[in-house]
């Protein structure tokens, strides 16, 4: 079955730096992978996603790439806030697969 | 769009307590919903996979007798918590998928923090 892996578990950075946050995956198949952000004691929120038809994706600050030949996708955010600390997930899937496999998250800190 | 409610947000109860909790898509038909369980500092973890007039599938390990799921209309979805006990204490989060295929967006409700005394 498919293995996310996710890296780092955490991350710190100055407010206006940016962050990376890199997934890899295991099954060939997987075609669709969300990123979720998810706040202290609320509900992960779809931020950004990206099928595999793209190499890249950008909405604003954010953005994510693929490369399907090495299994890897990374999230970008350019001039981090102190909004934007939050525990982040990656997650892949195809289209026959029921489920979402996650990452196990990244918790970012973004410093004033 | 998108949305997903989840009631209760925080339930307290006593040991061998049933708790029921709902997950609702209020403005899109969800055939399927998922349930997951979170510990503190952790990743999603997926109990069961819940389709719209058929029996749940659990996650290996997931004590269907346990954890009983049932989705009997497009819209709704419920886990019931049977006999709980202080290791049931647990963040439990809904979601539902707006399309059919496997490679689209899951939206999450807000969580139920469920705490057995």
């Known amino acids: 079955g498919e293995n996310v892996e996710q890296h780092p578990s955490t991350l710190s950075v100055q407010e206006g730096d940016s962050a990376v946050i890199k997934c890899t995956y295991s099954?060939?198949?997987?075609?669709?992978f969300p990123w979720y952000k998810q706040e202290l004691g609320k509900r992960p929120q779809l931020i950004i996603d990206?099928?595999?038809?793209?190499g890249e994706k950008k909405d604003q600050r954010i953005a994510v790439t693929l490369n399907k030949t090495a299994k890897h996708f990374s999230l970008h955010i350019t001039e981090t806030q102190p909004e934007d600390s939050a525990v982040y997930f990656c997650a892949a899937s195809h289209n026959y697969g029921q489920n979402f496999v996650f990452g196990p998250g990244t918790r970012l800190s973004v410093l004033p | 769009g998108a949305v997903v409610s989840q009631h209760p947000s925080w339930v307290i109860c006593k040991s061998g307590t049933s708790v029921k909790i709902e997950c609702r898509s209020l403005d899109f038909q969800a055939t399927t919903m998922f349930w997951y369980r979170q510990f503190p500092k952790q990743s999603l973890m997926l109990m069961a996979t819940s389709n719209e007039g058929s029996k749940a599938t659990y996650e290996q390990g997931v004590e269907k007798d346990k954890f009983l799921i049932n989705h009997a209309s497009l819209t709704l979805s419920t886990l019931t918590v049977t006999s709980a006990h202080p290791e049931d204490s647990s963040f439990y989060i809904c979601s539902a998928r707006t399309g059919g295929m496997g490679n689209q967006p899951q939206h999450f409700g807000d969580g139920t923090r469920l705490s057995i005394l």
């Open positions: 990206i099928r595999s038809n793209v």
């Open positions: 099954d060939s198949a997987s075609n669709y």
